[in-house]
């Protein structure tokens, strides 16, 4: 049984990317999972090691960094927090730098010049 909770909990992140849901919260994942929070809750802090929010906030910044590194001169940084779930702009900045250890900014500009490099390196 909860092997196939766990499951539901992946395919919802990995395939559905319900994290983009810029409102979403343990309670309507639980909701959207048709389970109970308090065991969706306690699986999610004893097989992530961590819980639901730090779980969310990870994978809208995988998704982050993926849509910056595909095309970091096209889309703003405002339009890839929001597209990746984000709330705000400000949230977006906080958790990029505390886990990257710089900001979007200077990330952007960092995939910018690798792209440079490629094209002139082929």
Do not use: C, W
Not at 22 to 50: C, M
Request: no cysteine; glycine share 2%.
């Amino acid at each position: 049984m909860e092997i196939q909770v766990l499951d539901k909990i992946y395919r919802a992140i990995e395939e559905d990317k319900i994290y983009k849901q810029v409102d979403l919260n343990l309670y309507e994942f639980a909701k959207y999972l048709q389970l109970p929070q308090r065991k969706v809750s306690n699986l999610i802090n004893r097989h992530f090691s961590t819980g639901f929010p730090a779980l969310i906030q990870k994978h809208r910044l995988k998704e982050a960094l993926r849509r910056i590194s595909e095309n970091p001169k096209e889309l703003t940084l405002e339009k890839i927090a929001r597209e990746s779930g984000f709330s705000s702009r400000i949230t977006f900045f906080k958790t990029f730098k505390k886990e990257m250890g710089i900001s979007p900014s200077e990330y952007v500009q960092k995939q910018k010049n690798l792209t440079q490099v490629k094209n002139k390196n082929p």
